[in-house]
């Protein structure tokens, strides 16, 4: 017999879950079961971002740093505004209704900046005011934090310029306050990420120019199962983990019987996709000189 010569099994999120009901020898029946088992869904994305199991979400991003400021978005806060030309990098801005502020990364076009996390939250239609140049426009949208709150971590970074690239450390929340003067500029050499709903990254020293780069890897949350029709954004190797957590976690609500056997299925199946999901590299390990003369 003839295989298929198909490729692209995939099952949507109304799929994963008529597989996890009948997996806890349930019937799908109504509106709210459908509901139900998209927020456990979703809870399960949120545990496997604990367990760091969504790899395949890396981006790299790339920031071009400021020259005196240390402290960015981990991502991308945009803010369209009618003209950007006037203002310049590093000022801030204070929104004039709002009195929302925050400070100009880039200008990525002449009707758009980017920013630092703003205090406060700048309103559409309102005048805004650069604290240096003075300039004023009016903003056209809302700043959204949405691409920042997506963002589980930062990976490794390195910071560029002039097409060369260096390796940045990362430090922890104890070492970064440690340090004495946060103002020394320089090229930066370390980074903390400060997890925060809106997550941050402050790199030290601070950015002397405004023209180097911070390029890091972050972890980005995957996409919500909002409607049953969606696809789920997982590679094929995770569906059987998937199918497997969805039905231990309907289980906790609809089949109480089934919980334990559920679970160990999902632990399987969830040590399985994670000892598959790593990097793949070969790796060399050579004896210290001091260790064999000791040993001879």
Do not use: H
């Not at 430090?171 to 440690?178: E, G, N, Q, T, W």
């Not at 020394?184 to 120019?209: A, S």
């Amino acid at each position: 017999m003839a295989v298929s010569g198909s490729k692209d099994f995939e099952p949507n999120v109304a799929e994963y879950i008529e597989e996890a009901f009948e997996r806890c020898g349930i019937e799908l029946r109504t509106g709210y079961d459908a509901r139900t088992a998209r927020r456990s869904l979703n809870l399960l994305f949120a545990d496997w971002a604990n367990r760091g199991l969504n790899r395949w979400t890396m981006k790299q991003f790339t920031q071009t740093v400021a020259k005196d400021i240390s402290e960015y978005p981990v991502g991308t806060i945009t803010l369209n505004v009618s003209a950007s030309g006037s203002f310049s990098v590093g000022e801030t801005i204070t929104g004039g209704t709002s009195a929302a502020t925050a400070s100009i990364i880039t200008k990525p076009s002449s009707t758009s900046m980017t920013l630092t996390v703003p205090s406060g939250t700048f309103t559409s239609g309102e005048t805004i005011t650069g604290g240096t140049s003075a300039a004023t426009t009016t903003t056209t949208s809302v700043a959204s934090l949405e691409d920042v709150q997506a963002t589980i971590d930062i990976l490794s970074g390195v910071v560029r310029r002039d097409d060369s690239d260096i390796s940045i450390t990362r430090i922890s929340r104890d070492d970064y306050l440690s340090i004495a003067t946060k103002s020394t500029t320089g090229r930066p050499t370390q980074f903390y990420v400060d997890r925060q709903i809106t997550p941050v990254v402050k790199i030290w020293p601070t950015p002397e120019n405004n023209t180097d780069q911070f390029i890091y890897d972050r972890l980005v949350r995957i996409d919500d199962a909002d409607t049953s029709v969606n696809s789920v954004e997982v590679p094929f190797r995770f569906y059987p983990c998937l199918a497997a957590g969805l039905a231990y976690y309907i289980s906790l609500k609809r089949a109480p019987d089934r919980i334990q056997i559920l679970k160990a299925l999902y632990e399987e199946e969830f040590i399985r996709a994670a000892e598959e999901d790593r990097d793949k590299a070969d790796i060399t390990l050579v004896p210290a000189y001091s260790f064999i003369s000791a040993v001879s």
